[in-house]
């Protein structure tokens, strides 16, 4: 599998800390994540660890789609396909911190849709949603 399914930049194998290519990829997704200040939009509420956490899998998403177990492990150092975990200094993670992070994500949509909605959002305005995704396991 391409270690950069967003821009498929590295050959098949290749781990995304070994790529610069790759590097800059996760570098500027996670640089749009915060331009367009999408960190500051999970609730303050939560401790810092899960917010980052919650970005990281946002960011990850973009970069390579993947499960949940999966994203996981491509997160910690240990067992990490990219450099994502090490920019958001995220240290060991352990799936159920992942499943924790998406539980959280659930419970506060309503607030970031919200919040969004606000910050983009005009009397008139359309908005387009993708609707082919399935509901959230529980």
Known sequence: ?????????????????SSARCRTATLA???TA???AL???LPR????????????LIVARLLEPAAKLATARMLD??????????????????AKEVYGALDWLGREQPF???TLARRHLQDGA???DDVTSTPPSR
Do not use: Y
């Open 77 to 94: 150092p240990a067992t990490a396909s990219h450099s994502l975990g090490e920019m958001l200094g995220l240290g060991p993670v352990v």
């Open 1 to 17: 599998m391409p270690c950069c399914a967003a821009t498929n930049c590295c050959p098949p194998l290749r781990r995304w800390k």
């Open 112 to 114: 970031i849709e919200a």
């Open 126 to 128: 359309l908005l387009l």
């Open 45 to 56: 509420r939560a401790p810092q660890r899960r917010r980052d956490l919650a970005l990281a």
């Open 29 to 31: 997704a996670l640089g």
């Open 34 to 36: 915060r331009r367009i």
């Open 39 to 41: 960190d500051a939009v």
